[in-house]
């Protein structure tokens, strides 16, 4: 089983529309989580980072889910310009390691 | 400034060249990394300095050779590369809460290199 693993999709999405997906960790001591958005040929690009309690940043939510070893990201509204790879990056406390998922492609449509 | 500054942007070498890429952040970030990146996939690591000191190597062959010179900088020296070596090589940086995990990655925009 991979360390971290989400749904490759694609994920197409109609303009306005709501869009969930989620990543789930194997281990259970991994302490920091965050989602990245990666366009095509570009860097990663931090979107955000995922706290216990969960967290909002306008259009997108976040929630961290640590019984089942999963974080989520929620979108909003989606814009044409939401249309990326997003990516799942977890790191295990007392270690510099940061483990990335293999990506969720999201498609936003008009 | 969350600013992570890559050298070249793009290069082609052969597989006799010698080549470095180049790394630098000022944001005060004592962890930084180098990752490689093949197309639609994730980026894999390579190696993590943390204050200054490798702290992992992935197993990185070693024709692949990184040096931290400073807090600031970060260097890939690259010799007698593969062509299966081409890829998207990522620089990041983020702070070292000693032993509590670290905090968000910041990356440069990578250097795309192409071994002939």
């Known amino acids: 089983r991979k360390e971290v693993e989400q749904d490759p999709g694609p994920f197409n999405v109609p303009e306005g529309a709501t869009v969930a997906f989620n990543c789930t960790y194997s281990?259970?001591?991994?302490?920091?989580f965050f989602w990245y958005r990666q366009d095509c040929r570009k860097e990663p690009k931090l979107l955000m980072s995922?706290?216990?309690s969960g967290n909002e940043d306008g259009r997108f939510t976040a929630q961290l889910n640590r019984a089942s070893q999963y974080i989520s990201l929620l979108i909003r509204d989606s814009k044409l310009s939401d249309s990326a790879t997003y990516l799942c990056?977890?790191?295990?406390?007392?270690?510099?390691?940061?483990?990335f998922g293999g990506g969720t492609r999201v498609l936003v449509k008009p | 400034d969350t600013e992570v500054t890559q050298t070249p942007k793009h290069l082609v070498m052969g597989m006799t060249n010698k080549k470095s890429l180049k790394c630098e952040q000022h944001?005060?970030?004592?962890?930084m990394y180098w990752y490689k990146q093949k197309a639609k996939k994730p980026p894999e690591l390579m190696f993590v300095?943390?204050?200054?000191?490798?702290?992992i190597n992935e197993s990185v062959p070693s024709r692949f050779s990184p040096e931290c010179p400073n807090s600031s900088l970060l260097n890939l020296h690259l010799h007698a590369l593969q062509p299966e070596d081409s890829a998207l090589y990522l620089c990041?940086?983020?702070?070292?809460?000693?032993?509590?995990?670290?905090?968000?990655?910041?990356f440069g925009q990578g250097t795309r290199l192409t071994v002939v």
């Open positions: 995922v706290y216990s």
């Open positions: 300095y943390s204050y200054e000191k490798l702290s």
């Open positions: 281990n259970s001591a991994s302490q920091s």
């Open positions: 990056v977890v790191n295990k406390a007392a270690g510099n390691k940061l483990t």
């Open positions: 944001m005060g970030h004592r962890a």
């Open positions: 990041a940086s983020s702070r070292d809460r000693m032993g509590q995990g670290i905090s968000e990655a910041f």
